[in-house]
């Protein structure tokens, strides 16, 4: 079983910045990627990030691209997302997930792995 432990949330103002963390831990995992995803109140969770661990691509939803980054730290089977101009919009719980196998990191099917969630609040 893998657990994925997220932190950072919480609440900024607008063009503010926060910065996630998400560690997985458990016994014999592999990583294709992890990735973050958020659900906003009364919208479906989306797809905000996702990094391909073996060779670090990143990708990014257009929402989002510019001001997240997504980055990793290898050792410790950790990823975060730095999240720069930030906007009201972007008011959501956010998700870490770990995909396994698919290269289909932009959906949330390909993810064998969830976190807890962690709330970020923009106020205006």
């Known amino acids: 079983q893998v657990q994925l432990v997220e932190s950072g949330g919480g609440l900024v103002q607008a063009g503010g910045s926060l910065r996630v963390s998400c560690a997985a831990s458990g016994r014999s995992f592999r990583i294709y990627a992890m990735g973050w995803f958020r659900q906003a109140p009364g919208k479906e969770r989306e797809f905000v990030a996702a990094?391909?661990?073996?060779?670090?691509?990143?990708t990014y939803a257009d929402s989002v691209k510019g001001r997240f980054t997504i980055s990793r730290n290898i050792a410790q089977y950790t990823v975060y997302l730095q999240m720069n101009g930030l906007k009201p919009e972007d008011t959501a719980v956010y998700y870490c997930?770990?995909?396994?196998?698919?290269?289909?990191?932009?959906?949330?099917?390909?993810?064998?792995?969830w976190g807890q969630g962690t709330q970020v609040t923009v106020s205006s």
């Open positions: 990094l391909t661990w073996s060779d670090g691509t990143t």
């Open positions: 997930a770990l995909d396994e196998y698919d290269y289909k990191v932009t959906m949330q099917g390909a993810y064998d792995y």
